[in-house]
């Protein structure tokens, strides 16, 4: 099945700065790539997703890029603030799986002022 | 995307008991699941609720262990049988049309002692 891994566990950034996040993926059959943002007590929130035919996709401050060769996504957040301090997780779910998502271990991020 | 509430939000409960958690969507969707968070961990699927028939669950789950209902469109149940403190996470549902987006409700915090 597929196996999703994820890059770092922990992120600590300065206020203004950029993070990156990066995610690898094993089933060439992956066909969507979900990102979300968990706060503390609450539910993941989708925040970004792509789709295999799609190489970027940008969304404000966030922005993800697929890597379909090698197998590998990332989420990219610029000019961080405080409220950006969150668990990130990425996702991915197989072509016909029935929406099975598989998800990465997830980011700590932690963005000082 | 859909407004998913999950009942209860917490709950301690003792060993040896049961649990149902409610989870209800503001409009109709095509799929429910469920998912398990382990305190620190990300999210595992236990199973995809189907509705009009029996949930599809995953290695590692068992229909004894966490019987699903679906019984229409918009609302699902999920309950945690003859708990233990291996037990204690959060409980996630999360709908979806099957191949893309999948929104998460806030979760159930569920403590066994």
């Known amino acids: 099945g597929e196996n999703v891994e994820q890059h770092p566990s922990t992120l600590s950034v300065q206020e203004g700065d950029s993070a990156v996040i990066k995610c690898t993926y094993s089933?060439?059959?992956?066909?969507?790539f979900p990102w979300y943002k968990q706060e503390l007590g609450k539910g993941p929130q989708l925040i970004i997703d792509i789709r295999s035919n799609v190489g970027e996709k940008k969304d404000q401050r966030i922005a993800v890029t697929l890597n379909k060769t090698a197998k590998h996504f990332s989420l990219h957040i610029t000019e961080t603030q405080p409220e950006d301090s969150a668990v990130y997780f990425c996702?991915?779910?197989?072509?016909?799986?029935?929406?099975?998502?598989?998800f990465g271990a997830g980011t700590q991020v932690v963005v000082t002022p | 995307s859909a407004v998913i509430s999950q009942k209860p939000s917490r709950d301690i409960c003792q060993r040896g008991t049961s649990l149902t958690i409610q989870c209800q969507v503001d409009?109709?969707?095509?799929?429910m699941f469920w998912y398990r968070q382990q305190p620190g961990q990300s999210l595992t699927l236990i199973a995809t609720?189907?509705?009009?028939?029996?949930?599809?669950?995953e290695s590692g789950f068992v229909i004894d262990k966490f019987p699903i209902s679906r019984p229409n469109l918009t609302f699902s149940t999920l309950t945690v049988s003859n708990m233990s403190p291996e037990d204690s996470s959060i409980y996630l549902c999360?709908?979806?049309?099957?191949?893309?987006?999948?929104?998460f409700g806030p979760g159930t915090r569920l403590t066994v002692t």
């Open positions: 996702a991915a779910i197989v072509t016909d799986s029935w929406g099975k998502l598989q």
């Open positions: 409009s109709q969707v095509t799929m």
């Open positions: 089933d060439s059959a992956s066909n969507y």
């Open positions: 999360s709908v979806g049309d099957g191949r893309y987006e999948q929104y």
């Open positions: 609720a189907n509705q009009g028939s029996e949930a599809t669950y």
